[in-house]
Nanobody, 125 residues
Framework: QVHLVESGGGLVQAGGSLRLTCTASGRTFSTYAMGWFRQAPGKERETAGIISYSGSRTYYADSVKGRFTISRDNTRNTVYLQMNSLKPEDTAVYYC??????????????????WGQGTQVTVSS
């Protein structure tokens, strides 16, 4: 059973940057893709970024493309989400997630079965 712990959220002004960190334990991290998702109050959960198990492939939602970067360090069992040029509409709880199957490149949240507790990101205008 994988355990995911996020950190790095907080309050930032519009235009600022934050880096979220997710550390995984409980299974072989380097064989699983990882994802970052977010959910704002009253809205559906949406994908922020997904990275393949090797780190060679990434996917971003159009709303964050060019501003967010997902990366991973398989030696540290850690995945990151670097968020630049933040906007008030980026305000949400951000969740780290892992898929159920190894080596799979997920295409959406339905492929993910393990979730962290979430970290709040608030962007003020």
């Amino acid at each position: 059973q994988v355990h995911l712990v996020e950190s790095g959220g907080g309050l930032v002004q519009a235009g600022g940057s934050l880096r979220l960190t997710c550390t995984a334990s409980g299974r072989t991290f380097s064989t699983y893709a990882m994802g970052w998702f977010r959910q704002a109050p009253g809205k559906e959960r949406e994908t922020a970024g997904i990275i393949s198990y090797s780190g060679s492939r990434t996917y971003y939602a159009d709303s964050v493309k060019g501003r967010f970067t997902i990366s991973r360090d398989n030696t540290r069992n850690t995945v990151y989400l670097q968020m630049n040029s933040l906007k008030p509409e980026d305000t949400a709880v951000y969740y780290c997630a892992a898929p159920n199957a190894p080596f799979l490149m997920p295409t959406g949240s339905g492929d993910f079965g393990a979730w962290g507790q979430g970290t709040q990101v608030t962007v003020s205008s």
